[in-house]
């Protein structure tokens, strides 16, 4: 685990960034926050799709749990009211401690998966919630990590 | 930060312009100090509070608002609640404070927050995006401005186009849109209300429905207690001497008889939108009117009233997305600079060229107001070489200071007549020094003007420049709007 932290420091250093690939919002339910699942072309030799599938569906559900509009949301908005919204002050909302569980997943994420391949995922609410960003880096030397075999294999055919 | 402090005759020229604004100017002088996000926001906003209040650029009908209602309030309880208190109960002083109280929280709360501005797209996004459209369209983009770009999403049945916003180079989610006054996009976009100086979006709607409502309880209870003194008052001494021993009551019943019409009225509007969970923009451009067609509808409904209005004041409050008090990293891509279809510092080139006619008259424009603006005290420096530059990216870094400075109030354009010659030259690299001198002169943190600065100092990202050159470019102008100012 340490290691592959640390790998993803390196990739920063070590490698160059090849392309980035975004994938968009899914607005056929409306406004609420969805990302496409469609799988990127360019992303087709780099990481399995369904591994894919399984991050862009879990960011999904996360994001959906965060607007839910049911029981305690409305708690919230009635007590947040009552007190003039001064409440908001002291108290974290619910699409916070969301957000915050996002956030670890992400990089949970990055380091498990993305990151042995070459891959990061930005966080989309550094990018205003409107594209995941997923940053597909070129192995520049030998230096780039143990598990640089697949990746280096992977982006010489992946350009 | 890139700006060196190699020379300090250029040091003692910062000192002498940089008033209350602070780093852009202070970055020679201390290096590598942070920046937060809100010093480098591209929209037309106001911060205050190191990023913690954000309002529009025009506050002034704000202040009025807030006078109105604490001066009345304020004549309501010295005036008519002592007499009340005794005569009726003293239950009613405290029923007013305590919607004042509420009127006056909600209202702030309204204008200091986001309404939910969407942040503009890095550049990597927007030339992603820009790739996307052209391979749609089947075109590489022309050396004007191609023609609107709309992408179709149906929603619950409904089909919504989408567009893509210039400004902030993303297509707008749907009930977005971009509020020209504060020069964002924000979302669920309702209106740009200048009584509270702040747009009415997303994440301050419920604010902004709360402080109408129990505005008008408040007007409505003042109203209905300062006549109730006054009758009181007149059936111990006369009409004319219960007028005359309680002058504020007319002001009050003056100032709340004008305003309850309206204020009733806008509040009966918005329970009609939140209950048909629809807003304003939509109201009146009659996007979901039946009158459209038969079958258009309107696809964010919940079904019921009380659903809607449940969703629309009780719902999940998004956080910020713009993240006003973080620090500027260093290594992350800045957003598109807010150049009206222009990048600055050439992220990719095919947004360069997108510098149109329009923005070229703008820019000369600006470079007029700027030359007759007297500026500097400091003595007069002879224009050293211009650095010979890659004429796109000098028009291009010109056009990019411009469209920030725009804001620049009208009293401030003097005799734009007076110095037609100066234009040609100057015009590359006055506007990005000349808006670092407008801060002495403009409000205290222009936001507006601060942005411009910044991809100066994160050149990082430029594939023309390096430090070294943008430093000579940066003094050149600097030097340049000096011999400007001494003509």
Redesign the interface.
Known sequence: MATEFHNLQELHHSASLAT?V?I??D?????ICKFQTKFPAELDSRIERALFEITVKTLNDYYAE????GGQ??L???L??AT???I?LCME????KV?KKISKYIQDQNEKIYAPRGLLITDP???????I?ISVFEDRGSSASSSGSSSTSSSSSGR | MHLGVSDPMRECEYSQISTRSSTPMESPHKKRIPRRKWQVFPGRNKFYCNGRIMMARQTGVFYLTLVLIVVTSGLFFAFDCPFLASSLSPAIPAVGGVLFLFVLGTLLRTSFSDPGVLPRATPDEAADLERQIDIANGTTSGGFRPPPRTKEVIINGQTVKLKYCFTCKIFRPPRASHCSLCDNCVERFDHHCPWVGNCVGRRNYRFFYMFILSLSFLTIFIFAFVITHVILRSQSMGFLSALKDSPASVLEVVVCFFSVWSIVGLSGFHTYLISSNQTTNEDIKGSWSSKRGKDNYNPYSYGNIFSNCCAALCGPLPPSLINRRGFVQPDTPQPTPPTNGITMYGATQSQSHMCDQDQCIQSTKFVLQAAATPLLQSDPVVMGDEPSLPGRTSLGTACAALPLAQPTPPTSTPSLSCDTDMHPLRGDHVPEAHHHFLTPEEAPSPPGMLPCGSPLGHSHTMPFYNPASQDSLHEDSVRGLVKLSSV
């Open positions: 980035k975004f968009q919002r607005y056929s339910e409306g406004t965060a607007e839910k509009i949301s409305y919230e908005g009635c947040a009211c003039a919204y001064v908001f909302t619910r699409y916070e957000l609410i550094e990018r205003g919630m409107r594209v960003e």
